[in-house]
């Protein structure tokens, strides 16, 4: 019997720790930073500023992503279908943009922005985690790093308690081309915020414009959350 009983307890203690190890929070590696399901949808406030020939065109509009279906891809993981749509400001009626996807494992999150994907960010997610975003492309590789985890926000008057924020690129030439991106992302939610200044500056020397801040050409790129949901 008493051996018995000794059994019995050490069932009990394997089964006590088999349950601690399922609590969600031990588990929990940052996937819902990226909320990939059918259904999910968000609305942003985007201003932009495009130079082209050194003459700014400024536009603004509303933009909606939509998961629409997804897919078992040859990795085994799943992508999703992504529908963007773009409306004027005040205009009730969305017109399709066009189709990206998105996947996301227990290593990475991976965003397919037309036929070109870029690694997010990586799993876990840590402070001070770096990584090539053109992982997945022939071009130059481009180091991002997980600069903050748990931060929170507010954009549009709608509070995020925990978000993390991602530099892609932070050069601070202001001579020849300026570059500077960033993202946000709110658990539960996922993209809130983006953020491109990417600008080609004046450098002819016969003009004598160098080092004038002369834009040539480049963008100035804003994307601020304006709701979120599930159709």
């Not at 968000?42 to 603004?60: A, C, G, H, K, S």
């Not at 748990?150 to 995020?160: K, L, Q, T």
Request: aromatic content about 12%; charged content about 25%; glycine content about 8%.
């Amino acid at each position: 019997m008493k051996h018995f009983l000794r059994y019995v307890l050490v069932i009990v203690a394997v089964v006590t720790v088999s349950c601690d190890s399922d609590d969600p929070k031990v588990a929990d590696i940052g996937k819902d930073y990226f909320p990939l399901r059918k259904g999910v949808f968000q609305i942003y406030d985007v201003e932009e500023i495009r130079y082209q020939l050194n003459t700014p065109e400024t536009f603004e509009y509303e933009l909606k992503t939509s998961v629409v279906d997804s897919l078992l891809n040859s990795s085994g993981d799943y992508t999703y279908v992504i529908y963007r749509y773009k409306r004027d400001k005040g205009a009730v009626e969305w017109q399709y943009l066009d189709t990206w996807s998105g996947t996301i494992n227990n290593r990475e999150a991976i965003q397919s922005e037309g036929n070109i994907a870029f690694v997010k960010f990586k799993l876990p997610v840590q402070v001070g985690t770096r990584w090539n975003g053109n992982t997945y492309n022939a071009g130059v590789e481009d180091e991002y790093i997980l600069e903050e985890k748990g931060e929170s926000n507010s954009f549009n008057g709608i509070p995020f308690d925990d978000c993390i924020s991602i530099t892609q690129s932070d050069n601070d030439d202001f001579i020849v081309y300026l570059d500077q991106r960033k993202e946000i992302y709110a658990k539960g939610v996922g993209l809130v915020y983006k953020e491109t200044t990417q600008l080609n500056y004046c450098t002819d020397t016969a003009l004598g414009c160098i080092g004038q801040q002369i834009i040539e050409s480049g963008v100035i790129y804003k994307q601020t959350i304006l709701g979120y949901g599930v159709e």
